[in-house]
């Protein structure tokens, strides 16, 4: 078992401990909620993370790409959804997915005109596509809303294409990011459960079938009051969490799982700063976390054994490959010498985690193995 | 040869011509200011972009880590210089590329402690370690300041130590991105020439040799008005450039040679938006053009074929994989159907290539070679 001082740095490093109990926490309280967990690999895009996230069964999952979607398909997954909005260019690699591997890959679409070129194509190429349709919960950032006639149209679309099948709907409260308490998000989760419950109640009472009925974004699955109507919560963010989780309070600082291993390689001791090797590549530019925690910069510095932080320590610059950290007290250069190693918490674990091939996956300290990520498109 | 609208997106599109330009012009510029362009290979991480960028040499070149210096090393490159401060902890990996590829690898630090680690570690393994000394022109982000009593201890200490060599200094006028007009770079052009032949004077008035002298960053090496004393310049962008380069007038919107291909995949009109497919990994989160360009977003749209910017789209948020673009005109709607390309011209060309692992090199509006980058650590 190699030690984290033998690494060299920048490395993402995530615990296996706190990825466990994360997941098992999700698993729990979807078992409460009586709804199906479908676990969103947007964030983790590893085989290992979903193993960890399904308890080892290889049950329904969600992706953001067809990339991700063909990785777990060659690895077993048998229901897939791919929950960004399909374009027909698109739909020959969808299709070669299914034929490779046999699974039910499901798409999601709120366009008319993509069902008509799905339909077409599903026609020309004698195959059979499955799809959602993704419903407004109050992002607006895309879906129906779900008292549009658009619903309606789309589904009347779908059944009168004998090699479509429309699946379900799908609604995703990604403005539950935006609440600054967790009390702020039971309305929200109110509205994403009511706006999917009710457009598959319309589609329904149009005399269509409505199978799935899914919703999620990690917040709304916590907070949600009761999911009656729902049939399945997509979440991703809570196998890891990240600051900006914890600064809207969804998390405890000792739930985060992701950390990036640095080193300091410099200090500027006339600019009172530490220099580190994670800039803004090893890092992102994503500083989502500061609207409602201030002194999150672009991560916390923490101890690399105890995941302590390290005083109000934060990465408060980055170029391409340099953290810039100011210090508040020159005895930190005595404590952080050039060569010594911290640990980072970062803002936002989707977009740090995508930097990198691979986790370091750390247990007691120590490497105990190293699992792929599946990145790019 | 592939056309654009064949491709999935999102792809990293690399033009051809304006890339041998911009890498043309460089070229010309370096050879009337009498320096060596030493070009970095921090934004590109590209053998092919860099055999554009030396036309056709395997001549010195810049890295930011050791796997760039790695995959140039094995690749036939026999100077390179990794311009980001090392640690004792690397000196391992940079020994092994040393010895498996027999370039001459030149290793920076500006710690005393990193000098004394190296002596140690060459000594032990009976290797050479090659060095320059950084220096602060201005930035404060790592060095020696030039007139500091450091830079004469650590040149000491590398002259003592008989398997270091101290080849050089070099610093990075890095705050010539702050600079709101091209004519505001010329004095922070002339601080980074005289920190850095005043670091050398003082070195070799000391009794030490200084061969090198490097300077760089592309605004400093445009604007300077000469560059006497100065051995080679460091340059990246000035290959690709990008909005936030464009925004400080250091280059037009028609060298822009970098650009993501991505589709429209959702209209939600009742939020006046197009939703296309990049968003946060596509394009990253840099917004570093907006501040003097407040309409860059996250990158302006352009059509994919004449690269004439549209309108005055831009994309306005970005989640993971969803970038959303408001629209001022119902019409746009019409022009832009679901499953139509856009081309978006990115803030920050070094940030949003590191989400790709090739570019797809455009000529005449069709694809004519897929080239791979080196990204991670």
Redesign the interface.
């Known amino acids: 078992m190699e030690k984290l001082?033998?690494l060299?740095?920048?490395?993402l490093l995530l615990d296996a401990d706190r990825l466990a109990r994360n997941c098992a926490a999700m698993r729990e309280r979807c078992g409460a909620l009586g709804v199906r967990l479908r676990p969103h690999l947007?964030t983790a895009k590893s085989l290992e993370v979903a193993r960890v996230a399904l308890a080892g069964e290889t049950a329904a999952i969600t992706v953001?790409?067809?990339h991700e979607a063909e990785y777990f398909a060659r690895n077993g997954y048998r229901d897939i959804l791919c929950a960004?909005?399909?374009?027909?260019?698109?739909l020959a690699?969808a299709a070669r997915i299914q034929r490779e591997s046999g699974c039910d890959l499901i798409l999601v679409?709120?366009?008319l005109?993509?069902v008509e070129?799905a339909a077409q194509f599903a026609q020309q190429n004698g195959i059979t596509l499955s799809f959602l349709i993704?419903i407004?919960c109050g992002e607006?950032?895309?879906?129906q809303?779900p008292d549009?006639p658009e619903v309606i149209a789309i589904a009347r679309a779908f059944h009168a294409a004998p090699q479509l099948r429309l699946r379900g709907v799908m609604a995703h409260a990604?403005h539950s990011y935006g609440a600054d308490e967790p009390s702020a998000v039971v309305p929200i989760a109110t509205a994403e459960r009511d706006a999917a419950v009710g457009a598959a109640t319309r589609i329904r009472a149009a005399g269509m079938a409505c199978e799935i009925v899914s919703i999620g974004s990690t917040p709304t699955v916590l907070m949600a009051d009761h999911l009656a109507g729902v049939t399945e919560a997509r979440a991703g963010i809570y196998m890891f969490w990240d600051l900006a989780q914890l600064s809207r309070k969804v998390c405890r600082a000792e739930d985060l799982a992701v950390s990036v291993l640095t080193?300091?390689?410099?200090?500027?001791r006339?600019?009172n700063?530490l220099?580190l090797?994670a800039g803004?590549?090893?890092l992102?530019?994503?500083?989502g976390a500061n609207r409602l925690m201030p002194d999150a910069g672009y991560g916390w510095l923490c101890d690399p054994r105890t995941m302590q932080r390290l005083g109000a320590l934060a990465v408060n610059?980055v170029?391409?490959?340099?953290g810039?950290v100011l210090v508040d007290d020159v005895r930190w250069f005595d404590r952080l010498?050039?060569?010594s190693q911290v640990r980072i918490l970062p803002n936002h674990a989707?977009?740090t985690c995508?930097?990198?091939?691979a986790y370091d996956v750390v247990r007691d300290g120590a490497i105990v193995a190293r699992w792929e990520r599946v990145?790019?498109?």
């Open positions: 001082d033998g060299e740095t920048p490395r947007k953001s790409t067809l960004s909005g399909i374009v027909p260019g698109k690699h679409t709120d366009a005109a993509v070129a993704e407004d607006h950032r895309s879906g809303l549009a990604g080193s300091v390689i410099g200090h500027t006339h600019a700063t220099i090797d803004a590549l090893a992102s530019k994503d500083i610059t170029h391409q490959e340099h810039t010498p050039v060569g989707c977009i995508a930097g990198y091939g990145n790019g498109w």
